[in-house]
């Protein structure tokens, strides 16, 4: 899907990116995490086409540092700190929905989910909002339109906890885009990802990816047993490999070992909709 080859980026001769080179698929979900400063936010302004850099960001489809528009177009970023848009709020929401192809019903439905009234900020300019009502905005418009990837930067930072979580779940409800999540939480953002990469001064120091892990065969079989249907956690197991019955509520799958603490992390989050869960460690194959 994306292709960074030797991706480099300097800032007053000094290398914020260091031959940075990395694939996304199709289907990643990417928490991407490393320490202020490792050089999270300038990948993602290169990656977008907002900075000049050295070495290639390739799209599918598109080749070497050419930015293709429609490529782009099928982004939609949550930057870390918002905008200072002296727009209305109905005028941004009024641009996602003719410009980016947002869908009014949809967003309509993620604000009153995230605790915002569209209706009362409709007038009021973007700039003038909270932090925290600024973020719920820009992660409204970004969540109402259709995307082939999804770029967070630290995009709950300003929220406060009840967002927090219906944001988590939001996100976990996407099953349909590639996501790239910046976040010093892991442990908020853990469960929906299937790879972990770490930046350190600009270069990729940890690479984990949870498909690797399943091929090495090192895992448990898990069954987990739900009181009644629940789509985001459905959505979330299933992002897992889990498979369900016919009810909706019996989910069966592998759980790489090294990865068991995350994922009672995901079902912690949903204990109280947990009837049975049972996790096996799989014999070793003796050849
Ligand atoms: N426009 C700029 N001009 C000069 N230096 C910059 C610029 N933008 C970023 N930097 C420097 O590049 C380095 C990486 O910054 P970046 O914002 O990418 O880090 P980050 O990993 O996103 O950090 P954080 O976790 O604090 O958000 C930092 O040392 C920062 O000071």
Known sequence: MITIDRLTKRFDRRAVLDELTL???AGDRIALIGSNGAGKTT???????????????GFEGTSGKRRDARALARIAFVPQLPPPLRMPVGELLTFAEKGAGASRARM?????KLGIDLDEVRRRPFYRLSGGQKQKILVTVALGRDADLMIFDEPAANLDPAARAVFIDLLAERRDASMLIASHRLEE????VNRVIELDRGRVVLDDNLRDRLRAGDFRQALIVLSA???PL?????????R???T????SGPVPSAETFRFLGLLARYGSLIEQMTLEQVPERVF
């Open 23 to 25: 694939s996304i698929d």
């Open 43 to 57: 990948l993602f302004r290169c990656l977008l086409g907002h900075y000049g850099h050295g070495g290639s960001v």
């Open 108 to 112: 309509d439905e993620i604000a009153g």
């Open 189 to 192: 953002v853990a469960p929906l």
């Open 229 to 231: 249907p629940h789509a």
């Open 234 to 242: 459905t959505q979330a197991l299933e992002g897992w490999g889990f």
């Open 244 to 246: 369900s019955d016919a």
């Open 248 to 251: 909706g509520t019996r989910f």
